[in-house]
Every structure is written in C-alpha cells, then in structure tokens.
C-alpha cells in the first residue's frame, strides 16, 4: 500500500531555533499534502494543504511565515517551524492525498513529537 | 464540508463486534464518508469509506443509512489492538476550488476490554 515516511518521529529543540519535518511519499507521487497538528487530548487540526510546485493554502489563523512548508517535489514536502516557542510544542502530521481508481485515498505519517524547551 | 457527530466514548468486549456510529444530517449528495483511526501517538490509519452503498473489507464494515444521515462502522470481532480512537469524516469532492481535504472532529474513543 501508499507509505508515506515522516521524520524525525520526535524532536527537542530550544526556544528560538527551527525546526524542519520531512515527509515522503516511498511508491507513489503525491500532488497534494496536507499538514495537521495535535495538541494532548485534542483532535487534528488541518494547517495548511500544499500542491506540488506552488505555494502552500493556509488554514485561518495559522501564520505562513512561521510555518514554512516546501512541496517542490512529487514525493518530498516539508515543514519548517521557525522560531519555535514552547506553545509550538504538539504533534505534527503530514497526510498525501493519492488517486484510487475514480476516488482518492488518504495515506498519514506516523507524526512527528515536537517539544520546544 | 459536512459535519459529524460521534458518541465521546464507548466500550466493547474482546471477541464481540464493536459498532460506532456517526451522524451527518447534513452531508450532500457528492461527500464521501470515511473512517480512519488513530492510535496513541501515531498518525491515523485509514479504514474504510463510502458514498451510498455498504462497504466491507478485511477490517471493518460500512453501514449507511439509505438518507445517508448517519452511518455505522463495525469491526466484527475487537480485539485489544483495536482500541483507538476512531473518526467519522465527511470528506467533500476534490474538483474546482474545493481541495477535498480531511477535517477531524473529536471522533470516539472506544476501548475494547479483555
């Protein structure tokens, strides 16, 4: 089946510092990715969703300029986290999207743990 | 995109068929229904989804109503690894502006117990 391969799974960083999480899609190309967020206890929420060789579309109330997200290639996308604070601090996701016959499949990776001392 | 409505929590017994439901009064005529899960700590894992018809594959089954209001997954026999929590979107149509993308709601946490 569609993998798609996140990392690093966790990262500590300090306060100040960016943060790049990668994810890519191991057998099959993914025109469009999606980036999630997670905080404890709470459902996922949808950042931004990024097509291959444009600019990533924002979700309201996520800032583009802190967090950068690059699909420049059809299996490759990446989120930086720039200046990252202690309220950065959650559990990322990236997700691609994948034609299935006439539907479309959602495939994730296994997240990344972030925490910002 | 359609919302849903999930139960916050459930149990069920090892061995015995587990059936989540899941309300969407006001899904429209093009919105897919899919269920993921997602384990503690990891990202979700797809189990199935459907527009109108019955679904079944070697997870799980797919039961929607014939108003397409509301639906049931069912995971014939729990097992202790299926404890989870589990999502019911409503997943829009990827054409024209839209992006057909995944929103989550809070979904249901089920624990199968031994």
Known sequence: GAVVSQHPSWVICKSGTSVKIECRSLDFQATTMFWYRQFPKQSLMLMATSNEGSKATYEQGVEKDKFLINHASLTLSTLTVTSAHPEDSSFYICSARLKQGRDYGYTFGSGTRLTVV | ?114
């Open chain 2, 1 to 114: 995109d359609a919302k849903t409505t999930q139960p916050t929590s459930m149990d069920c017994a090892e061995g015995r068929a587990a059936n989540l439901p899941c309300n969407h009064s006001t899904i429209s005529g093009n919105e897919y229904v899919y269920w993921y899960r997602q384990i503690h700590s990891q990202g979700p894992q797809y189990i199935i989804h459907g527009l109108k018809n019955n679904e079944t594959n070697e997870m799980a089954s797919l039961i929607i109503t014939e108003d397409r209001k509301s639906s049931t997954l069912i995971l014939p026999h729990a097992t202790l690894r299926d404890t989870a929590v589990y999502y019911c979107i409503v997943r829009g149509p990827y054409y024209g502006g839209s992006q057909g993308n995944l929103i989550f709601g809070k979904g249901t946490k089920l624990s199968v117990k031994p």
